[in-house]
């Protein structure tokens, strides 16, 4: 993220375009605008007040009854608790019906201890500027009553933040945006040169470069004599709106650089340092470096650092040291302006945890042409604030940028963007941006600026004058994808991810996602735990395996909102499994928990529902449901009882297409598996595979008749049959669908029975069947024919008999 303000930004661009024109150019050159703060807006309400009176409220202590001056007429009575309120003061005023950020109102108009207040008179805090709330805004008596507060405080500068690709470090100063803004027309964009300044003695610091692979160069500067206190106002004002604290002034020219020109400096109190400074590695041992965060970090040989006579000073490119700081009893200071390889300062930072400004355009790259012009224009300000003598500059290595020059074709543009550009349009845009184009005819010379390492070739420079034109010109070309049907956009098993995800969601579940490693002994008890399927760099000791399954982590996260008072959750996730280090062993897993009274119809704990806690029939629904939608055959589904050893053996149920393609199991949860997870009960579960759902026969395409309600009144008919106890319900259904697929509608089971009446062993299993004719009514000789063909299937696979 680039922060900057609009005042800033026209401090290298001299432009008249609104905020909206100027925000809208960006994101279409690729600095997309992530948002803008316009504080002047929101401000817009407070404006600067005098108190004409203030006597003390009738009903209480400490409250003041004011009479303001807003400059729009007779004062207004206010109610203020502040101690600093008084008569003749001035502060800022807020009416009734505006928003107060810093206590997030609404202000109205209120009696407090029987006092009408019309008004508010508001603290730095209530502005939402600082943390000060001990009393309202104190203004000097020359502040204008009645004009804007935000104008007078400088406070009407939008902010405009954008989110900057890694490949731009030169947008991360203001100037570099200003360029891109420039060429593309918004204003003019102003690059003054640097004016050396000359050193009146030589720096008595030496510096020692041990490492030049990690510091190509460094520069280094002593000014003598300076006076360090607070920074002006202005500079201030224009760190704090982008969000940094000021510290002090030599500190706060540092960091306005580092936005201004994407240069981050550093500085050293001189009279703390031992000896010369020294770029090297730091030590295998251990060394240590308390920082300018305030934080200890132990070092190894990876990082690169800059030390003197005592030791670390400073980690190289991404934080100072704290014993070398500058602070108001500086007087003598070394400015460091250097260049650093972008990869280890990368590495290191991520390594220490630190995620510093200077780091994040180190990392990136800077510019090494302005190593020296950097130290300079901070050189400059340093005079400027805090006076002082500058010596001469030493410098170590060298900060000569490489060449890099491009034979770059005209026809390029046309052949990747379909754009037509002529030669000088192609050399204005190219030259605005920093760039020299050489030559005529149809091949030119380009010469890349040292701002811009991410330009490397013929297809960057092309990037480069799109962008600038404007991808909006680029012609709108359909792929000619000849005679061929159109195939799928989306792979079979993509198609299965999004039928599923819609059809959990309807089904009242939210969906979460998890972390695909989960700890050993969890992997271990769902199936997996095997040595191809441990990491060898876990982020966390809990985190070490490749699940083998999605349901340990839905049920942590389901305990995680019983924990926070959410227990009756019904979460799904529909994501990756690993069952082993092949690629036919990483799957695709749809599945689901619930807890509590988490039912599909959304309704827990209420007195219109009664049907108790989720059960193993809850999950059994939720998995036939995401099957039917990913396409699996509803027919030939088949219910085992049993599952894995993670489900309540009683409880649970196997979801299959026969015995070789077990789609997936559903079921309570068995409660060592609840211990382990460290999760209460009860709780059930489901998770099917996606793959293994069979792929749709393919048929001859033709019309098909459009769907309406059969005209003709379905028939339905009950079945009891008794049977053995070890004949599954499933069985019956499927013999009596057997007998006519077309005719016979729908099955259900509506009664399962043992008792009096049905013989030891055995039990009564009663089905529903509809019948739908489609061309005549049918006679009750066809029904009894079909009802005993029924009979005679069922008695024909189970062994059932139709009870009397």
């Not at 007429?73 to 502060?91: D, S, T, W």
């Amino acid at each position: 993220m680039m922060k900057f303000t609009l005042a800033w930004l026209k401090e290298h661009l001299d432009t008249d375009r609104a905020l909206g024109e100027i925000t809208d150019k960006l994101t279409m050159i690729g600095l997309e605008v992530e948002r803008v703060e316009d504080r002047g807006a929101a401000l817009k309400p407070f404006v600067i007040a005098r108190v004409v009176e203030a006597r003390q409220h009738p009903n209480a202590d400490r409250l003041r009854v004011c009479m303001v001056d807003t400059g729009t007429g007779e004062p207004i009575q206010v109610v203020c608790g502040a101690p600093n309120a008084r008569a003749g003061m001035k502060g800022v005023f807020v009416p009734p019906g505006a928003y107060i950020p810093g206590k997030d109102m609404t202000l109205q108009v209120g009696t407090i201890r029987g006092v009408e207040s019309r008004g508010m008179l508001v603290s730095e805090f209530e502005l939402k500027i600082s943390d000060d709330h001990d009393g309202i805004v104190e203004l000097p008596d020359d502040a204008p009553v009645g004009e804007s507060f935000a104008k007078y405080a400088g406070l009407d500068d939008p902010v405009i933040e954008i989110n900057l690709t890694p490949n731009r470090p030169d947008c991360t100063g203001v100037h570099g945006i200003a360029r891109d803004l420039g060429a593309a027309d918004i204003g003019k964009f102003k690059d003054a040169a640097i004016k050396p300044l000359k050193g009146a003695f030589p720096c008595p610091v030496a510096v020692t470069i041990e490492t030049p692979e990690l510091c190509p160069a460094f520069a280094l500067r002593l000014m003598r004599g300076v006076k360090n206190g607070p920074s002006p106002a202005w500079l201030q004002q224009r760190l704090t709106a982008i969000g940094l604290r000021p510290i002090n002034a030599l500190v706060d020219i540092t960091n306005f650089i580092t936005y201004d020109r994407g240069r981050p400096l550093h500085v050293f109190d001189a009279k703390k340092v031992r000896g010369g400074l020294t770029v090297r590695r730091a030590k295998k041992d251990g060394e240590t470096l308390l920082a300018l965060d305030g934080k200890t970090y132990t070092l190894d040989d990876s990082v690169c650092v800059i030390a003197d006579g005592d030791g670390v000073e400073s980690l190289s490119g991404i934080m100072g040291g704290e014993k070398t700081g500058c602070d108001e009893s500086t007087t003598d200071v070394l400015i460091e302006s250097a260049l650093w390889n972008p990869v280890n300062i990368a590495q290191s930072g991520r390594k220490l945890g630190i995620n510093s400004d200077a780091r994040y355009r180190f990392e990136r790259g800077v510019d090494p042409a302005f190593m020296l012009p950097g130290l300079e224009l901070a050189t400059h300000m340093v005079t400027d604030l805090c006076g002082g003598t500058p010596s001469e500059v030493t410098v170590a290595g060298s900060a000569e940028p490489p060449e890099r020059v491009i034979d770059f074709p005209l026809s390029e543009v046309n052949r990747l963007a379909g754009l037509a550009v002529q030669l000088p349009e192609m050399r204005r845009v190219l030259e605005r941006l920093g760039f020299f184009v050489a030559g005529q005819g149809e091949k030119v010379k380009i010469a890349v600026p040292s701002w811009r390492p991410d330009v490397e070739g013929k297809a960057d420079i092309v990037e480069e004058v799109v962008r600038i034109f404007g991808v909006d010109r680029v012609p709108s070309t359909p792929f000619d994808r000849g005679a061929a049907p159109r195939k799928p956009v989306l792979t079979p098993i993509q198609t299965r991810v999004r039928k599923a995800k819609r059809a959990l969601a309807t089904r009242n579940l939210i969906e979460a996602v998890t972390w695909s490693f989960i700890a050993k002994p969890q992997a271990e008890l769902f199936g997996g735990g095997q040595p191809e399927l441990a990491l060898a760099n876990p982020i966390a000791s809990d985190l070490s395996d490749m699940r083998p399954s999605l349901i340990p982590g839905l049920v942590g996260a389901a305990q995680r909102n019983a924990d926070r008072g959410f227990a009756d959750a019904g979460l799904f996730e529909v994501g990756q499994v690993f069952r082993g280090d092949r690629p036919a062993d990483q799957l695709t897993a749809a599945t689901g928990v619930r807890r509590a009274l988490a039912k599909p119809s959304g309704i827990g704990r209420h007195w219109s529902k009664r049907d108790g806690e989720v059960d193993a029939f809850d999950a059994k629904a939720d998995a036939l449901a995401v099957l039917v939608a990913a396409g699996a055959p509803e027919q030939a589904l088949q219910i085992v009882p049993g599952g894995p050893p993670w489900f309540h053996p009683g409880r649970s149920g196997t979801i299959q297409i026969g015995p070789k393609n077990i789609l997936g199991h559903f079921g309570e949860l068995h409660p060592r598996a609840l211990e382990a997870l460290d999760a209460e009960g009860p709780l059930v579960a489901f998770e099917v595979i996606l793959e293994r759902i069979p792929e749709p026969k393919a048929k001859a395409t033709r019309a098909k008749p459009v769907l309406e309600l059969a005209p003709l009144q379905p028939v339905e008919r009950d079945f009891a049959f008794v049977v053995e106890r070890s004949v599954k319900a499933a069985d019956i259904v499927r013999a009596a669908q057997a007998v006519d697929r077309k005719l016979i509608t729908g099955i259900t089971v509506f009664d399962v029975y043992e008792g009096k009446g049905i013989e030891p062993g055995k039990k009564s299993i009663a089905i529903a069947v509809t019948l739908q004719p489609r061309d005549k009514t049918m006679t009750d000789a066809e029904i009894e024919a079909l009802a005993a063909k029924i009979v005679a299937e069922v008695a024909k696979r189970t062994g059932g008999v139709l009870r009397g």
